[in-house]
């Protein structure tokens, strides 16, 4: 009688522990907000920092309320220059990967081509795209790729190169073509190496869209940051970042979760 029950309590434990999984992976980074935001406050306080140097959090909040379709507005200009480049980074990146992982003598050419764009600071390019393209949304999807491309790009070529040498002498040994191989076996044992990049070049993404609205830009968070600076309205220019951060979350957690929709398997494995 010990082994149907213990069979028949075993899913409902299973189910016990996820609720509780999740639980804490909500509960807890709220609560380290919380303590943040409490920590935050306190110091303004009791070291009477000046609010033109540090504003306390009811002061960022206000600015939030009262300027809450002006950042609303910002905030979507920057989501969409996120994005864009994010989806064009992977466009261009996921298909370089896979010629560099297939063709040796392409990795000999491209690597120290992609190592050596990869080490220029992003910043110093910036001006000059919006010499070359203006101050429009063009120069802003550009820089997020370029932050984006490399991560991708290693990502990929490592998910690509990790497949178990007995995996694909199994599918050779199954008459499966190079093509059926790659499909079959190639790229879904890459997909979790795959998403690990995506996961990080979603936040340089983020960075790269604001790095471009500060040289040059008439709207976005980043153009919003710049112009509270000049005006000393540091709650506004705090405001703005606590959207920025917002948004690198968001769009953090929505790949997380197309990866789990999409590769259960990876998740039960850890």
């Known amino acids: 009688m010990v082994a149907p029950v213990t069979e028949a309590v075993a899913p409902s434990l299973r189910r016990s522990r996820r609720g509780t999984g999740r639980a804490r992976a909500?509960?807890?980074p709220v609560l380290a907000l919380v303590i943040i935001i409490v920590l935050w406050w306190a110091a303004t306080r009791v070291?009477?920092?000046?609010?033109?140097?540090?504003p306390g959090p009811d002061l960022v909040v206000a600015k939030l309320a009262e300027f809450a379709g002006y950042l609303s507005t910002q905030t979507l200009v920057t989501l969409r220059e996120t994005v864009i480049g994010f989806a064009l980074a992977i466009l261009i990146g996921v298909p370089v990967a896979m010629a560099i992982a297939r063709f040796r003598t392409l990795e000999q050419m491209l690597?120290?081509?992609?190592?050596?764009?990869?080490?220029?600071?992003?910043?110093?390019?910036?001006?000059?795209?919006?010499?070359?393209?203006?101050?429009?949304?063009?120069?802003?999807?550009?820089?997020?790729?370029?932050?984006?491309f490399f991560p991708i790009v290693l990502s990929t070529v490592a998910g690509l190169r990790s497949t178990p040498a007995e995996l694909v002498e199994l599918s050779r040994s199954l008459d499966a073509g190079e093509l059926k191989e790659f499909v079959k076996v190639r790229f879904p044992w890459a997909l979790p190496?795959?998403?690990?990049g995506l996961k990080t070049a979603i936040s340089l993404a983020v960075i790269g869209a604001v790095i471009a609205e500060f040289v040059g830009s008439s709207a976005g968070l980043g153009y919003v940051i710049v112009q509270s600076g000049a005006s000393a309205d540091t709650a506004l220019a705090f405001a703005a970042i606590s959207l920025l951060a917002l948004i690198?979350?968001?769009?953090?957690?929505?790949?997380e979760l197309v990866e789990k929709l999409l590769l259960p398997w990876a998740e039960e494995n850890r």
């Open 26 to 28: 909500i509960g807890l």
């Open 47 to 54: 070291l009477a920092i000046p609010s033109y140097l540090v």
């Open 111 to 148: 690597y120290p081509l992609l190592l050596a764009v990869n080490a220029v600071p992003k910043v110093a390019i910036a001006p000059i795209l919006v010499v070359w393209m203006g101050f429009g949304l063009t120069p802003k999807v550009v820089m997020v790729v370029l932050l984006c």
């Open 193 to 196: 190496q795959i998403f690990v």
């Open 248 to 255: 690198s979350i968001v769009l953090f957690y929505a790949i």
